[in-house]
């Protein structure tokens, strides 16, 4: 099954909890770049198969993490007892990209065996086990463009967005999420805190008003790149570019495919793109249907 990138295109850190957690108000959206990922039995145990230097086979692998905690939890409710699982992934969401790939490996894990096992769980007691996972895992569980809250995991569906097509640049360096959120000056004004809070309820997204990442200027402090890629995307006709999550990846916005697809074009013969990649992905804005 695939599990699809995300991008925020709105990220405002708003305070920082007594557990060291921030809190946030983020809009943020899947985009049409997938893992797949492929769920076969196994006699025992679970087996993570990726092949990517970068991403752990291990226990430690969010997607095992995923099936391990589905079981222990959803095992009790409705099974007498444990099978194994082999998980394949084809990584094509680059890692410590800002991207939220390890992520949706794992929604896409916890959604595929509740289904498989006949819906044991409801669709609010898997967010809560997603949200166990990491704070972008409810998320995806949810799909299609939402509104976050408290330290990402309180969501609402948003739809009052445009179908823009998004150039991703990443530019070959891995960021550390914990890093950056360690790093950020959080010292804010009143005045800072109330901007902070800005609310979209009923409000359209508009690219030149909204488009703002608190993280960005951590990252883009430790790898100029991001900003040098802000840059080229803008004069290559983006109607807006920032860095998406943590970064690295800085995303363009265009108004149609066909722009997305000529600034593509215009960067891979730009020397300075040699050790980056590119991808073209169009925004998922709404829940996909569930037969
Ligand atoms: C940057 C974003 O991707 C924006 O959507 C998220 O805020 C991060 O989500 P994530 O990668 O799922 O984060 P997690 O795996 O839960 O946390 C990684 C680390 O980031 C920090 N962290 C994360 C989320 C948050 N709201 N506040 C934090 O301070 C914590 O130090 C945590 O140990
Ligand atoms: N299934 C997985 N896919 C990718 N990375 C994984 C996975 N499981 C564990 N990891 C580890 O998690 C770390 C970051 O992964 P990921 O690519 O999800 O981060 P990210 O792109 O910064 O995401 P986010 O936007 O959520 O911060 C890496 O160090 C990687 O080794």
């Given amino acids: 099954m695939k ?6 295109l709105f990220l405002r850190v ?3 909890r007594p557990d060291g957690f921030h809190e946030l108000v983020s809009l943020m959206c899947p985009v049409a770049l997938y893992d797949n990922l492929t769920l076969t039995p196994a006699k025992q145990g679970i087996h993570v198969i990726c092949g ?3 991403v752990p086979e291990d226990a430690s692998n969010l997607a095992d993490r995923a099936a391990r905690l589905f079981m222990e939890t959803a095992i009790h409710e409705s099974f007498p007892s444990v099978s194994g699982l082999t998980i394949q992934i084809d990584k094509k969401i680059p890692v410590g990209a800002g991207l939220g790939g390890g992520s949706s490996d794992a929604a896409a894990v916890l959604t595929a065996l509740n289904r498989h096992r006949g819906y044991p769980l409801s669709t ?3 967010m809560e086990l997603a949200g ?3 704070a972008d895992v409810p998320f995806f569980i949810q799909g299609g ?3 976050a809250t408290g330290i990402g995991d309180r969501l609402e569906p948003f739809s009052h967005l445009t179908s823009w097509t998004a150039l991703l640049v990443y530019p070959n360096v891995a960021v550390s999420t914990a890093w950056v959120y360690k790093n950020l000056n959080l010292r804010l004004t009143k005045d800072e805190k109330k901007l902070r809070k800005f609310h979209f309820k009923g409000r359209f997204f508009n690219v030149a008003e909204h488009l703002v ?3 960005e200027p951590v990252t883009a402090k430790a790898f100029p790149v991001i900003e040098e890629i802000k840059r080229l995307l803008l004069a290559h006709g983006a109607a807006g570019a920032m860095m998406s999550g943590s970064g690295s990846t800085v995303f363009g916005l265009f108004e149609t495919p066909g722009r ?20 073209v992905a169009d925004l998922l804005i709404h829940r996909p249907v569930i037969a």
């Fill in 132 to 134: 166990r996972l990491g």
């Fill in 52 to 54: 990517h230097p970068d």
């Fill in 3 to 8: 599990a699809p990138a995300k991008i925020n």
């Fill in 124 to 126: 609010a007691a898997l």
């Fill in 213 to 215: 990442n608190d993280l």
């Fill in 14 to 16: 708003t305070g920082r």
């Fill in 145 to 147: 463009a939402a509104l």
């Fill in 260 to 279: 997305a697809k000529s600034a593509y074009s215009a960067l891979c013969d730009n020397q300075r793109s040699q050790n980056w990649t590119l991808y």
